[in-house]
C-alpha cells in the first residue's frame, strides 16, 4: 500500500509531516501484535479545529525480546460453501434406567435434541434444544459429548453429536409450537416401536446392548468410560 503525506498538529508544536498508510486502528493493533511488539498505549489525538472529523491516533509500542515466529494462516474466503451437511445433536436423560423421549407430529419418538445453530458449541445446542422442547433446566457443565454419528441422506451429509445429560431441573412438558411433545419415561428394556433413526443411533452407539434396528452410521467417541461411546465402526 502507497503511503500519503499528512501533517500532523501536536499541541504547541511545528507541523510534523509524516507518512501514513491508511489502516484501520484495529488492523494497526494486529499488524503491530502478529510482528512482534505489545501494544502500550494508545493517544487519541483530535484536530484543534472543533468542526473537523479527523482524528489521529498515537500508537506506542514495544518489541517484544526473543519472541518466536508466528505461523500465518489465510482467512477463509467471503463465499459462502454450497451447503451439502446437517449437524445435529441428541440429548440422553436417563432416570432410573428409563430414557426421555417425545413424540413428534409425524408419529415417531425421539430424543430431545435438533440442529445446531451458526456460533453456537454442540453443549450449548443440547441445553437449548432441551429447554425449547422439554422446558428442562440445564447447565452446560451437565453435558457430556459422547460423539459423533455420520451418514447421510440422499447427497447430504448427516452428522449428529450424541450427549449425556447429568443433571437438569424440571420436569419434562409439551411446549407450544414444537414439533415434539408427549415427553415420557421410557424404561431401558422396553423402548418402544418407530423410533427416529438419529435417536436409534445414538442410543445404540451410547449403549450396543440395546435390540433397536436402524441403517448404519459411522461413530467416533469422544470420551473415555462407562457412560461414553464404546468406539468407532458401524453402530
Given at each position: 500500500?502507497?503511503?500519503r503525506?499528512?501533517?500532523?498538529l501536536?499541541?504547541?508544536?511545528?507541523?510534523?509531516?509524516?507518512?501514513?498508510?491508511?489502516?484501520?486502528?484495529?488492523?494497526?493493533?494486529?499488524?503491530?501484535?502478529?510482528?512482534?511488539?505489545?501494544?502500550?498505549?494508545?493517544?487519541?489525538l483530535?484536530h484543534?479545529?472543533e468542526?473537523?472529523?479527523?482524528?489521529?491516533?498515537?500508537?506506542?509500542?514495544?518489541?517484544?525480546?526473543?519472541?518466536?515466529?508466528r505461523?500465518?494462516?489465510?482467512?477463509?474466503?467471503?463465499?459462502?460453501?454450497?451447503?451439502?451437511?446437517?449437524?445435529g445433536?441428541?440429548?440422553i436423560?436417563?432416570?432410573?434406567?428409563s430414557?426421555?423421549?417425545?413424540?413428534?407430529?409425524?408419529?415417531?419418538l425421539?430424543l430431545?435434541?435438533?440442529s445446531v445453530?451458526?456460533?453456537?458449541?454442540?453443549?450449548?445446542?443440547?441445553?437449548?434444544?432441551?429447554g425449547?422442547?422439554?422446558g428442562?433446566?440445564a447447565?452446560?457443565?451437565?453435558?457430556?459429548?459422547?460423539?459423533?454419528?455420520?451418514d447421510?441422506?440422499?447427497?447430504?451429509?448427516?452428522?449428529?453429536?450424541?450427549?449425556?445429560?447429568?443433571?437438569?431441573?424440571?420436569?419434562?412438558?409439551?411446549?407450544?409450537?414444537?414439533?415434539?411433545?408427549?415427553?415420557?419415561?421410557?424404561p431401558?428394556?422396553?423402548?418402544?416401536?418407530?423410533?427416529?433413526?438419529?435417536?436409534?443411533?445414538?442410543?445404540?452407539?451410547?449403549?450396543?446392548?440395546?435390540?433397536?434396528?436402524?441403517?448404519?452410521?459411522?461413530?467416533t467417541?469422544f470420551?473415555?468410560?462407562?457412560?461414553?461411546m464404546p468406539?468407532?465402526?458401524?453402530?
Amino acid at each position: 500500500m502507497a503511503p500519503r503525506e499528512q501533517m500532523i498538529l501536536l499541541r504547541d508544536d511545528p507541523p510534523l509531516p509524516t507518512q501514513m498508510w491508511v489502516l484501520s486502528p484495529q488492523l494497526w493493533e494486529d499488524l503491530l501484535t502478529e510482528y512482534g511488539f505489545r501494544v502500550e498505549a494508545i493517544d487519541l489525538l483530535p484536530h484543534p479545529d472543533e468542526g473537523a472529523t479527523t482524528i489521529q491516533q498515537l500508537i506506542r509500542a514495544r518489541r517484544l525480546p526473543d519472541r518466536p515466529a508466528r505461523v500465518s494462516s489465510r482467512p477463509r474466503s467471503t463465499r459462502a460453501p454450497a451447503a451439502h451437511a446437517a449437524v445435529g445433536v441428541g440429548a440422553i436423560l436417563l432416570s432410573e434406567q428409563s430414557i426421555l423421549l417425545g413424540r413428534h407430529r409425524r408419529g415417531t419418538l425421539e430424543l430431545p435434541g435438533g440442529s445446531v445453530e451458526a456460533g453456537e458449541s454442540f453443549e450449548d445446542a443440547v441445553i437449548r434444544e432441551l429447554g425449547e422442547e422439554t422446558g428442562l433446566v440445564a447447565r452446560t457443565g451437565d453435558v457430556q459429548l459422547l460423539g459423533t454419528l455420520v451418514d447421510h441422506v440422499g447427497s447430504v451429509l448427516r452428522v449428529t453429536v450424541g450427549a449425556l445429560v447429568h443433571a437438569w431441573q424440571g420436569q419434562p412438558t409439551t411446549q407450544p409450537d414444537e414439533s415434539v411433545g408427549d415427553w415420557a419415561w421410557h424404561p431401558l428394556d422396553q423402548l418402544p416401536d418407530g423410533l427416529f433413526v438419529c435417536s436409534a443411533q445414538i442410543l445404540t452407539a451410547w449403549r450396543p446392548d440395546l435390540a433397536i434396528d436402524h441403517s448404519p452410521a459411522h461413530s467416533t467417541h469422544f470420551a473415555s468410560g462407562p457412560a461414553a461411546m464404546p468406539g468407532d465402526g458401524l453402530a
